[in-house]
């Protein structure tokens, strides 16, 4: 296949990329979206300070925006993101107790409600684990309201839309032995064990000098997968260039494709200049839409040559 969403398929895998509703007017970024990509991802247009700008006053005009892009190209969606710490609107980021418990609950029965039908998978919950190599949970105003704040909003997300699957995302949980990863895989084994409604792992993996890819990955993306719960590879992008960075992606890539169980690969965005840290030229189309060495290595990898 000549396409990685086409290389991917063979195998009924997806390869997306994160999609913004600013850039969807232009053309060079929408022709290599559309044709290399077949599943859609919105960069900040679903996320909590984006769809529910004032308390219980939801806008969905740019998430519609990417969601519509997506329908109307033949591309799947997945949400990205019902309940974070961060990008939380004013009114929510000042709320406590029982009152933004509340309010949580209701923003993923809204936005889980409004997009019901239309969401392969949503990230439900993102960013919960600390990164002080403990394993603890992440402190915040949510953490705060209870522990069981996580499966409170799985419950919330699966009674909205029973047809989506429901994610947990995180980053920095791709190093097996890490502690953060341990957490999340804890997590995830006692939802399973208590049947608190949970059917993916997203992997952020950000990689970079400083957290490059771990030589255990393959086992971190096998050993979720046995629990009984999809893997994917959410938000890719590898700092670096050349060569160096190819065989990086090929070693990712690779890494989903020798488990069964995990079901796709997205990259967070189409072009270096698109990318969220642009300066680590982490994507696999230049600023000038040109496809680079890393983008030849994962349709190597995903049609096995
Ligand atoms: O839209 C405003 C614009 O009006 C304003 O002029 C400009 C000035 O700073 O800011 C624009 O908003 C920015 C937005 O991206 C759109 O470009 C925000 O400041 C900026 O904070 C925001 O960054 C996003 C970041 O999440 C926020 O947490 C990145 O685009 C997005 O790639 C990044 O994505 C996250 C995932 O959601 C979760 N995992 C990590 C990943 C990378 O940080």
Known sequence: ATTLGAAAAQSSRYFGTAISAGKLSDSAYTTIANREFDMVTAENEMKLDATEPNQNQFNYTSGDRVANWATSNGKRLRGHTLAWHSQQPG????????????????????????????????????????????????????????????????????????????????YNIDNWSHAKTQAVYNLVRDFKARQVPIDCVGLQAHFNSGNPVPSNFSTTVSSFAALGVDVQITELDIQGSGTDQANKYRTVVNACLAVARCTGVTVWGVRDSDSWRASDTPLLFDGSGNKKAAYTAVLDALNGT
């Not at 705060?144 to 839309?161: L, P, Q, V």
């Open 91 to 170: 009114w929510m980021q000042s709320m406590s107790g029982t009152a933004l418990r509340n309010a949580m609950l209701n923003h993923v029965t809204q936005v889980a409600t409004h997009y019901r039908g239309k969401v392969y998978a949503w990230d439900v919950v993102n960013e919960a684990f600390s990164d002080n190599g403990d394993g603890s949970r992440r402190d915040s105003n949510l953490q705060r309201t209870g522990n069981d704040w996580i499966e409170a909003a799985f419950r919330a997300a699966r009674a909205a839309d029973p047809g989506a699957k429901l994610c947990y995302n995180d």
